[in-house]
Nanobody, 123 residues
Framework: QVELVESGGGLVQAGGSLRLACVASGGRFSNYGMGWFRQAPGKEREFVGGIASGGATMYADSVKGRFIVSRHNAKNTVYLQMNSLKDEDTAAYFC?????????????????WGQGTQVTVSS
């Protein structure tokens, strides 16, 4: 049983930065792709970015050049560095472990999810 716990959310002014962390327990963390998703009130959960087991990364167009996903396998942790934050980045952010080693855009490809951490950007 894999458990994922996110941290690092909070209130930040537009243009500011936050770094989210997601710690995994159980399973072989290094073998799997990890993704970050977000969900704003009244909207569907959307892919933000992810990192494959080999380190390759993928991002949604809306965050390219502003967000960076990284992983530290020895710490069973995946990070989401968020820079130049905008009002539209306000959402609950979730990390998820993929069913395999790659990164996938679609939520059904992920088998374990964290509880989420709230990010609120104020202008």
């Amino acid at each position: 049983q894999v458990e994922l716990v996110e941290s690092g959310g909070g209130l930040v002014q537009a243009g500011g930065s936050l770094r989210l962390a997601c710690v995994a327990s159980g399973g072989r963390f290094s073998n799997y792709g990890m993704g970050w998703f977000r969900q704003a009130p009244g909207k569907e959960r959307e892919f933000v970015g992810g990192i494959a087991s080999g380190g390759a990364t993928m991002y949604a167009d809306s965050v390219k050049g502003r967000f960076i996903v990284s992983r530290h396998n020895a710490k069973n942790t995946v990070y989401l560095q968020m820079n130049s934050l905008k009002d539209e980045d306000t959402a609950a952010y979730f990390c998820a472990r993929a069913a395999a080693e790659l990164v996938y855009f679609a939520p059904p490809a992920y088998v374990s999810w964290g509880q989420g951490t709230q990010v609120t950007v104020s202008s």
